[in-house]
C-alpha cells in the first residue's frame, strides 16, 4: 500500500495511491486523517482505504514531510560495507547511531537553503523505516512488526561541521538536512533488506547499490536500538547511506552541493524524493 503525507485543505492529511490518483484518508467526521491517527486505526486502515477509494481524487499534490515534527530521528552512520572502502574506514562492530531533530525535517520538492558556515555540503540517499508499534527490547524475529512502512530519505550532511568535533550533531541536523517521502510503502511482501537504492545529482548517476550491503539489517537494527530507546509511532530510522557520497571522492574531485544542485532518491518500490538546493 502506498500513502502520502500532504496538506489538504490547509490541514497536514494522508492519502492513499489508487487508479493512479491519490485520494484523501478521512475519519467519521469527514476531516482529513494525519499520520498518528492512521496508525492508531491499525486493523481499520484497510476499511479506511476502500472507502477513499470511493471518493474524490485531490488535485496536484503539496507534499509535507513523510512523518510529522515531534517523533525522534535515529540514524544510522558507516552502515553499508562498499560506503565504507570509499571512505576508507573498518567495519564497526555495532551500529553507529547518532540523531537529527524535527528542524531538520523537509519535504519532496523543497528547497534546502545551506548553512552559511557550511561550505562542504554532501547528499546521502537512506532508507527510512517509519515506526508503527512501541516497543522496548524488541526481538529481533519480531522487529518488522514494528514498522508501519518505508520511504526515501536524504541525510543531508555538512562534512566541515560534521568534523569539527568528534560529535556529527552540527553537520547533521542544520534545518532542512532531513527530506523525507514523498511517499510511504507499507511493508505488504516487501523485504526492506532487498531494495535497489540510489541517488541522482543534476541527472548524474552517483550512489547505486542494494540495502543488502547493510552491515546491520532493519530488524537488526530496531533491535539493537530498543535495548536502550523505547521506540515510539511517528519515530523514523534513517538505516544508513551506500557508496558515492562526494566525500568518498578523492580531493581534487569533490564538488560540494551549490545552489541550482538538484538530488533524487530513488529506491525500489517507491516514488522517487526530489530536493534542490536554494
Sequence with gaps: MLLGRLDFQGQPGMCVQGHNAWYPLLG???QA???MAVINLGDELAATVKRALT???IGAPHWLPAVPAGGKIICVGTNYR???EEV??????????FSKFSNALAAHGEAIQLPAAAHQCD???ELALIIGRSGKHIAKRDALNHVFAITCANDLSARDLQFRSSQWLLGKTPDGFCPLGPAMRTLDGIDPDNLTISLTLNGQPRQQANTGDMIFGCAQLIHYISQTITLSPGDVILTGTPEGVIQGYPEDRRHWLQPG???EVMIEGLPPLRNTIA
Aim: proline share 14%.
Design 33 to 35: 486523517l494525519d499520520l
Design 55 to 57: 471518493g474524490a481524487p
Design 28 to 30: 467519521g467526521d469527514g
Design 261 to 263: 544542485d538538484e538530488m
Design 123 to 125: 547528499y546521502e540517499a
Design 88 to 97: 576508507g574506514l573498518p567495519l564497526p562492530q555495532e551500529p553507529v547511531l
Design 82 to 84: 562498499r560506503h565504507l
